[in-house]
C-alpha cells in the first residue's frame, strides 16, 4: 500500500538568507542566543542557518563548547512544528559526525528526543529515528539507548510506523540488540520481527532478517526464535530474489540453528534443498553462511546422512576464491564425512 512521503519543505516565509549572521567563529555565539530569542522567527532563522554550519565537524565542536545543545533540547518541545523539525535536522546532522554523536550521548539528548516517539509531524519523528540509529552505532550509544528504555516503544513503532522510519528504527535494534535483549523479548520483537519479514519492502526483510540474527545471537533469543516458529519463514526468504535478504535469512538461520531445537525445527521444514541451491550458486552472497548452515544440519544422523549424497557441492567449493568459503566447505566436509 502507498505511504505519504516524508517531505521536508518550508513554510514560504522562512528564509535563511535573511539571518544576519556572519558564517564564523563569531557567529556562533550570537546564534546560540537567537535560537533563545522570544520570537519565532528569530528562532527559525537561527536554526535554518545553524542546519548550514553544523556540516561542518569544526563548527559542531564549537556549538557543543559552546552548549548549543541545552538550547535545542528546550526546543525540542517547541509548539510551532517548524522549529521542532529545524531542531531534530540541526542535531540529526550533528550526529552525522564523531565529535557530534560523542557529544549528543554526553548531553542526554536523548531522553529529550523519546518525546518526540509521538509528533504528529512525520519529518521529525525521521530526524528522530534517524539521530538514535547514528548514535547506537557506537557501542556507548547502544548503551544509552537501552538505558534511556527506548527498546519497547520502538519494538511497538514498528507495528504503526512509515516505512522509511521502520528502516531506521530496525537500525537502531539491530545495534542495542547486539549488546542486550531480553527488554526486546519482553516487548514481544519476535513476532513483530516475524511479520516484517514478509514486508513487501525490501529493505525491512533485509533489515528484520538483520535484527533476528542479533537476536538469535543470544541464548534467550535463539530459545524464542524457535518458539515462535520463525524459521520456516526465514527459510522461504532464502528464494528470496533480493541478495541481502538472502544473506541476512541466511545469518539469522546460522545462529538459530546452534541449538538442538533450531536444527530439530529446520529439517522439519526442509532446510537442506534451499540451502543446497545457495551454495551451488557461486555468485550467491550467502553462500558462506549456506556452508556453515549446512555444517550444523550435518550435525544430526538425518542431516548427514542426506548431505552425504551432496558431498560434491561442498568439494566444488574448496576451490572457491574466497578463503573463507574454502575453510568453511572444508569443515563441512569434514562433518559430512564423520562416522560414529
Not at 564564523?24 to 555565539?29: D, N, Q, S
Request: with cysteine; aromatic share 2%; net charge negative.
Amino acid at each position: 500500500m502507498a505511504q505519504p512521503r516524508i517531505s521536508a519543505y518550508l513554510p514560504p516565509d522562512i528564509d535563511p538568507t535573511k539571518a544576519a549572521l556572519a558564517f564564523g567563529r563569531r557567529a556562533l555565539p550570537k546564534l546560540n542566543e537567537e535560537l533563545q530569542s522570544p520570537e519565532l522567527l528569530t528562532q527559525q532563522r537561527a536554526l535554518m542557518a545553524l542546519c548550514d554550519l553544523v556540516h561542518d565537524p569544526e563548527k559542531v565542536y564549537q556549538a557543543i563548547a559552546l552548549g548549543f545543545l541545552d538550547s535545542l533540547k528546550t526546543l525540542l518541545v517547541h509548539q510551532d512544528q517548524t522549529v521542532r523539525q529545524k531542531t531534530t535536522e540541526v542535531l540529526s546532522i550533528m550526529a552525522l559526525h564523531s565529535i557530534g554523536r560523542e557529544g549528543l550521548i554526553r548531553s542526554g539528548v536523548l531522553s529529550a528526543l523519546t518525546g518526540l516517539l509521538d509528533d504528529p509531524v512525520d519529518i521529525c519523528r525521521k530526524n528522530t529515528h534517524q539521530i538514535f540509529d547514528m548514535l547506537a552505532k557506537l557501542p556507548q550509544g547502544a548503551g544509552a539507548v537501552l538505558r534511556a528504555g527506548l527498546i519497547p516503544p520502538l519494538v511497538l513503532k514498528l507495528k504503526t510506523e512509515l516505512d522509511e522510519i521502520q528502516e531506521r528504527i530496525l537500525g537502531t535494534l539491530s545495534s542495542c540488540l547486539r549488546v542486550e535483549v531480553s527488554e526486546a523479548l519482553a516487548a514481544g520483537a519476535v513476532t513483530v520481527l516475524k511479520e516484517k519479514l514478509s514486508h513487501p519492502s525490501t529493505a525491512i526483510r533485509s533489515k528484520a532478517a538483520w535484527v533476528l540474527l542479533e537476536i538469535s545471537s543470544h541464548a534467550e533469543g535463539k530459545i524464542a526464535v524457535c518458539k515462535e516458529e520463525v524459521i520456516p519463514v526465514l527459510l522461504r526468504l532464502l528464494e528470496d530474489t533480493q541478495p541481502d535478504v538472502q544473506v541476512n535469512s541466511t545469518g539469522a538461520l546460522m545462529f538459530a540453528l546452534v541449538t538442538p531445537q533450531g536444527r530439530s525445527s529446520a529439517m522439519g521444514a526442509g532446510a537442506i534443498p534451499p540451502l543446497l541451491t545457495l551454495v551451488a550458486e557461486e555468485t550467491s552472497k550467502a553462500r558462506l553462511n549456506a556452508i556453515k548452515t549446512l555444517t550444523l544440519l550435518a550435525e544430526l544422523p538425518e542431516g548427514r546422512k542426506t548431505l552425504l549424497d551432496h558431498r560434491d557441492t561442498f568439494q566444488r567449493c574448496l576451490d572457491d576464491p574466497s578463503e573463507a568459503v574454502q575453510r568453511a566447505a572444508e569443515i563441512a566436509v569434514t562433518v559430512i564425512d564423520w562416522k560414529p
